[in-house]
């Protein structure tokens, strides 16, 4: 009859997740363990007695030992039934995490461009020909064809053009004339 209790609690541990594995050992350890103190606490008692029963003594060594080495087996399967556990993050702590990069890269970038080391950055680029704004492009463009003689523009054209593209430059014209 025990062998079968034990086989069917085999097979049912067998069919279990590994958590589900490992909450029923973790269960068994303690209460083998709670089990073994009461026999330890029993031995105890027993020995400080002015004539110990040795027969009590033994048989409650015994019992303790087998218990000790069912919470031996039972840690056993915990361990076993670990590499099939994976750890899994919520979805709201992935959320705060890119949220705190997200966070983190705007005040980095805010800070870069307050402290003028943004501006610098800036320039570099710009030295380099990369991120130029298109109106510094087109006003380049306009100033070489003014200064090429076989092209048609002149410089009041390019003026008109400057105007027309920067608001600071019409602002800054306006208020020289």
């Known amino acids: 009859m025990r062998l079968a209790m034990l086989m069917a609690a085999a097979l049912l541990a067998a069919g ?7 909450a029923e050992n973790a269960n068994e350890v303690r ?15 027993e ?9 009590t003594i033994a048989r409650e060594a ?7 080495e069912a919470i031996i087996h039972a840690t056993a399967g915990i361990v076993e039934a670990l590499p099939g556990v994976s750890d899994v993050t ?29 501006a610098l950055v800036k320039r570099a680029l710009w030295s ?3 991120l130029l704004p298109r109106s510094a492009v087109s006003d380049a463009d306009l100033a070489r064809s ?27 014209w306006r208020k020289g004339k």
Do not use: K, N
């Not at 007695?49 to 027969?55: F, L, T």
């Not at 015994?62 to 000790?68: F, N, T």
């Open 16 to 22: 279990c997740s590994a958590s589900g594995r490992i």
């Open 90 to 118: 919520p979805w709201w702590a992935t959320l705060i995490a890119r949220v705190m990069v997200a966070l983190a890269v705007v005040g980095v970038a805010v800070i870069l461009w307050t402290t003028g080391i943004g």
């Open 146 to 172: 003014m200064l090429d003689p076989s092209r048609p523009e002149s410089a009041r054209e390019y003026v008109a053009a400057r105007r027309a593209s920067d608001p600071a430059f019409e602002a800054a």
């Open 128 to 130: 380099f020909g990369l």
């Open 47 to 55: 020995a400080l007695q002015p004539a110990p029963d040795v027969a």
């Open 62 to 68: 015994e019992g303790g030992s087998a218990e000790q």
């Open 31 to 45: 209460r083998l363990a709670e089990s073994s103190r009461g026999r330890f606490d029993a031995i105890g008692t």
